[in-house]
């Protein structure tokens, strides 16, 4: 992961947890999800490709209330 990165991790991390604090806990488990995908596309060195996204080969799935959600 480089280094210059992980800013983005500690920002998901701070929001999680002001979520949580604030007892926003769906909120809260979606940012663990960010977090989750965010630190997986930042070790494996994807970022800044295109067609990773949900369905793409490069999708494991989604964990917790993002997997059972309904998106419009």
Same mark, same amino acid.
């Given at each position: 992961? *480089?280094?210059? *990165?992980?800013?983005?991790? +500690?920002?998901?991390?701070?929001?999680? *947890?002001? %979520? &949580? !604090? *604030? %007892?926003?806990?769906?909120?809260?488990?979606?940012? +663990?999800?960010?977090?989750?995908?965010? &630190? !997986?596309? #930042? !070790?494996?060195?994807?970022?800044?490709?295109?067609? &990773?996204?949900?369905? +793409? %080969?490069? +999708?494991?799935? #989604?964990?917790?209330?993002?997997?059972?959600?309904?998106?419009?």
């Amino acid at each position: 992961m *480089n280094m210059s *990165n992980e800013w983005m991790l +500690d920002l998901l991390a701070d929001i999680r *947890n002001v %979520a &949580a !604090r *604030n %007892a926003m806990f769906e909120l809260s488990e979606h940012l +663990d999800d960010a977090l989750l995908i965010a &630190a !997986r596309e #930042l !070790r494996s060195g994807i970022c800044g490709t295109t067609g &990773a996204g949900v369905g +793409d %080969a490069l +999708d494991d799935g #989604l964990s917790g209330p993002a997997r059972s959600h309904e998106f419009p």
